[in-house]
Nanobody
Framework: QVQLVESGGGLVQPGGSLRLSCAAS????????MGWYRQAPGKQRELVAA???????NYADSVKGRFTISRDNAKNTVYLQMNSLKPEDTAVYYC???????????????WGQGTQVTVSS
């Protein structure tokens, strides 16, 4: 069993900053990809920023230059530093991890429960 514990969401004014954290725990041999997605009301879930299985990072065009994803591999934790927040960044932010439980196992996908980010004056 795997758990993804998210924290750091909240209410912030336009132009402000927030930092999200997501810590993975449980039966994990390796995490092959990990990152953040978001879903605004009435919209599909979309990629925000993520580390790929190749070790590179992907960012949504709408957050490039404002958001930065980082990680602490020893803690199986990823962070999302969000600066210059805009009202259109308002959404539920979900942590995602693709992992293996053993060297030989298949990859599994797991989602966190989500944390609300609201950007409003």
């Amino acid at each position: 069993q795997v758990q993804l514990v998210e924290s750091g969401g909240g209410l912030v004014q336009p132009g402000g900053s927030l930092r999200l954290s997501c810590a993975a725990s449980g039966t994990i041999f390796s995490i092959n990809a990990m990152g953040w997605y978001r879903q605004a009301p009435g919209k599909q879930r979309e990629l925000v920023a993520a580390f790929t299985s190749g070790g590179s990072t992907n960012y949504a065009d709408s957050v490039k230059g404002r958001f930065t994803i980082s990680r602490d591999n020893a803690k199986n934790t990823v962070y999302l530093q969000m600066n210059s927040l805009k009202p259109e960044d308002t959404a539920v932010y979900y942590c995602h991890a693709r992992y293996r439980t053993t060297y030989w196992s298949s990859e599994y996908d797991y989602w966190g429960q989500g944390t609300q980010v609201t950007v409003s004056s």
